[in-house]
């Protein structure tokens, strides 16, 4: 079955740092893009950053850049997001997801697949 799971979620304070991990399953990674998306209730999935196959090739959303970093390792099947600097607004459902191809958007969720069940990110004081 092909799949993602995500963890590292969690309750933290304002201006703290969490880092997510979204691991692979029962399909060729290597061969995707991968990206992270997050969805706060009463609110559409939005895109938060992507990595490129080969890693070298990274996207952010504007209201993440300067405090969200990504990084893969495909030797372990695997993408992280390390999250500083984490606002009452970021709280969301984080998702992960594939789209084949060197280079990924976060504009929409469109051409993402492998979806998994998603990781709670709670900031508050």
């Known amino acids: 079955q092909m799949q993602f799971v995500e963890s590292g979620g969690g309750l933290v304070q304002p201006g703290g740092s969490l880092r997510l991990s979204c691991a692979a399953s029962?399909?060729?990674?290597?061969?995707?893009?991968v990206g992270w998306f997050r969805q706060a209730p009463g609110k559409e999935r939005e895109g938060v950053s992507c990595i490129g196959i080969g890693g070298d090739y990274r996207n952010f959303a504007e209201s993440v850049k300067g405090r969200f970093t990504i990084s893969r390792d495909n030797t372990k099947n695997a993408v992280y997001l390390q999250m500083n600097s984490l606002k009452p607004e970021d709280t969301a459902v984080y998702y992960c997801a594939a789209t084949p191809g060197y280079y990924c958007s976060v504009s929409s969720v469109d051409g993402y697949d492998y979806w998994g069940q998603g990781t709670q990110v709670t900031v508050s004081s």
């Open positions: 029962g399909f060729t990674f290597d061969y995707y893009a």
